[in-house]
């Protein structure tokens, strides 16, 4: 006759199948009873608006001018190899790619609000003097100011910018810019 030898499990096993069964238990308590489950916090949420963009700006005094790293999506026509049963053939199809690219914006300073750190609107005849030269700035994404969540988390004296809402433009008369895109080899 075989023996059988036991081997002791380890006590973080034990403790963890435990815990796990206790959870099951509390689980099928509350689904049988009714009791919809509560969540662990009832807390608000942090943030409530969405997260200001950094930008680098500077004004002539007439105009703001920000700088921003944007990100484009370029076609590609790439060329690949299909194989349908035994037959393999070539097939062009379109590829988009991301390409960062420097974009500068213009507004009329008059129509741009500042705020600083504190949430206070600052006088916007202090703004040519605050963006002589260029320096960080954040612009408002939602056109209101900045939720005091991301005002923790800058410097005190960043420019908060709330920019005019971008007007309407014309219809072009030539329709859509036609994207010539570039091609290049590829093997699948």
């Known amino acids: 006759m ?3 030898t036991q081997r002791e499990l380890p006590q973080w096993l034990l403790a963890a199948v435990a815990a796990v069964a206790a959870i ?5 308590t509350a689904r049988v009873v009714g009791c919809p489950p509560t969540p662990l916090r009832e807390e608000q949420p942090l943030v ?10 500077h004004s002539d005094g007439e105009n703001l001018f920000l700088v921003d790293i944007v990100t484009v999506f370029v076609p590609f026509q790439v060329k690949v190899m299909v194989k349908n049963g035994d037959t393999i053939r070539e097939r062009v199809v379109t590829e988009y790619r ?8 213009r507004y009329a ?12 609107l600052i006088d916007a005849r202090n703004l040519p003097e605050r ?3 260029q320096i960080p700035v954040l612009v408002s994404a939602d056109g ?9 988390a800058i410097k005190d004296n960043t420019l908060i910018l709330v ?3 971008p007007k309407a433009s014309e219809p072009s008369k030539k329709g859509p810019e036609k994207i010539s895109a570039p091609r290049e080899e590829k093997t699948a």
């Open 144 to 152: 209101r100011p900045a939720d005091p969540l991301y005002l923790q």
């Open 24 to 28: 099951v238990a509390l689980l099928i």
């Open 98 to 105: 991301p390409v960062f690219k420097m974009r500068t914006s």
């Open 48 to 57: 409530s608006a969405p997260a200001p963009r950094l930008s680098a700006g």
């Open 163 to 165: 920019l005019p809402p």
């Open 109 to 120: 300073l008059r129509e741009v609000k500042a705020y600083g750190t504190d949430g206070r």
């Open 131 to 133: 963006l002589a030269k």
């Open 2 to 4: 075989a023996t059988v």
